[in-house]
């Protein structure tokens, strides 16, 4: 019999994140044939979801869609999926390396009595084997793991690593056209906690941890004000505004948008670092970045040891350049 894979689909807002597709991407290159691919919708108001995901080609949607749901609270949602995983029992689960997967992966973890493998940015597969290839020591390394054998397994992907897959290939997609619907039931609503509001604090209209250009601002920025030309470079590129955290510390930006070791983990194809010295701690923010553009007045500044393209110069002179020339090539 083959294995059921399943997929928690994310959303943002009223529509689903980026990482739901390469969370799906992530589960064609585990499946076998014979395998079963599913994904578990959590929220309220999830039509649009739900023919989004059914059009991928998914075997099966587990949804629950209610009120309660519609914002993420911790003990509510790792309710349904605990019900969900008791009752249907997957045998690989994948969610995204975000602030929810984060949450929901190990407490679901320790409720299989399962291994979790985190923040895996690759899969090598073979006939009889699957490592999952994933960065430590902030960046510098990576390493392979695999399961010992025993399901299921349970991991996390880093977000902007796996190409977004949009629907699954014909052998793998689902029998019937519109795949097959099944409702969970509404768990009682949490004691403990109980979610009144949600503040998203975004960089402009793009989340930083999928974005596929990010402008950063050190503390060469020198003021709230430095930060203007880097989000006209953003927003011409329709990327995101990040920052180091000698910037959000000194005021010039609101800590949502730090990057580093204890900001967001970003993993753009172009990262642009302006004014920013390179320290480890920023690094391991940002390191994976497929294409790092530096721009520092300091020709010794770190940032230029692990920079693809680095321009010695004034922030405030460069920037403005490089949009100018961007703008005339992309109108
Ligand atoms: C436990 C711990 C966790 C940390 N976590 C993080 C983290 O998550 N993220 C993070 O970023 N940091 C983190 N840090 C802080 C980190 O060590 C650095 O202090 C911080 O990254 C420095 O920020 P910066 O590069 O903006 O500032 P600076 O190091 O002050 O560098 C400013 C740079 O701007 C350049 N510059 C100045 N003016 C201009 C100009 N006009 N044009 C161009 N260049 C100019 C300068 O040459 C300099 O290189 C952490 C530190 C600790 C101890």
Redesign the pocket.
Known sequence: MGRHITIFAESRGSELRQVTYEALQAAEQLARPGDKISALLIGHGLRARQEALLATGIHELYVLDHVTADAYEPDYTFQVLKDFYDQYKPDILLFGHTAIGRDLAPMLAAHADSGQISDVTSLITSDDSVLFKRPIYAGKAFETRAFSGALPWIVTIRPNNFKPLASLSPCMSGTEVNGYIRSLPTPASSLRSIVKNVVQRMSGSIDLSEAKIVVS????V?SKEGFKPLEELAQLLHGAVG?????CDSGYCDYAL??????KVVTPEVYFA?????????L??MSQSRTIVA????PE?P?FQIADYGIV????E?VPLLTAELRKVLN
């Open positions: 601002g050190g503390r060469g020198e920052a180091s955290r000698g910037a730090q990057i580093g070791q204890t900001g302006c004014g920013i010295s390179g320290a480890i701690q920023h391991a923010g721009i520092n007045t300091d500044a940032i110069g004034d922030l405030f460069v």
